[in-house]
């Protein structure tokens, strides 16, 4: 494959990705290949020894969102994180989904409870202004006492919903690492 082909692969598979970097790696892309040349490689020996131009966008990309989830852990991102990183092979759908929807799902429940918590006094007054019949000053000590717990339940689920994030955002990075050509000692 020649020049013209290697970086015309390479930028259709970088599509997903803004303007200006596809433009920066298709730069530094052309560059080796005026390296290479000057070097007196020819086109075929420079794009058979960079590999796939498919793969190499793959890791592109991957490494693009995890910057990104990185700089700035939204929702977004991180679900644009966990999709290229699940890109990168069919062995990393069991090995980056399932934990993902295992910790996606313990963050979920953390937060639900905290919310049902909070909401516990307002559900138990709409509840006596509907039936007066159950109302019962025990009962309403025990929802304010809930409130004030899922106070707490939320306010560490903040703190948990940071820490995990940032946590599987390693994680990511650690796969994608494994995936490019294994982990480096030292």
């Avoid at 420079?46 to 796939?52: E, F, N």
């Amino acid at each position: 494959m020649n020049r013209k082909q290697f970086l015309s692969k390479l930028e259709s598979s970088l599509k997903s990705l803004p303007a200006n970097e596809r433009q920066d790696i298709l730069q530094d892309f052309e560059e080796h290949f005026a390296i290479g040349l000057q070097e007196g490689k020819t086109e075929e020996q420079i794009s058979a020894s960079l590999g796939s131009p498919h793969q190499i966008a793959k890791d592109m990309v991957a490494a693009y969102h995890l910057e990104r989830a990185e700089s700035k852990a939204t929702l977004g991102n991180m679900l644009r994180a966990v999709w290229a990183t699940i890109g990168l092979g069919f062995f990393n759908l069991a090995i980056v989904l399932g934990p993902f929807i295992a910790l996606a799902g313990i963050i979920l429940s953390g937060w639900i409870t905290g919310i049902a918590f909070i909401a516990s006094p307002f559900l138990f007054l709409m509840n006596a202004v509907l039936y007066p019949e159950t109302f019962g000053l025990f009962y309403l000590f025990v929802s304010i006492a809930a409130c004030g717990t899922g106070l707490f339940i939320a306010i560490g689920m903040y703190f948990a919903t940071r820490t995990l994030m940032q946590g599987f955002i390693r994680y990511l990075r650690w796969n994608v690492n494994l995936i490019k050509g294994g982990l480096k000692n030292g």
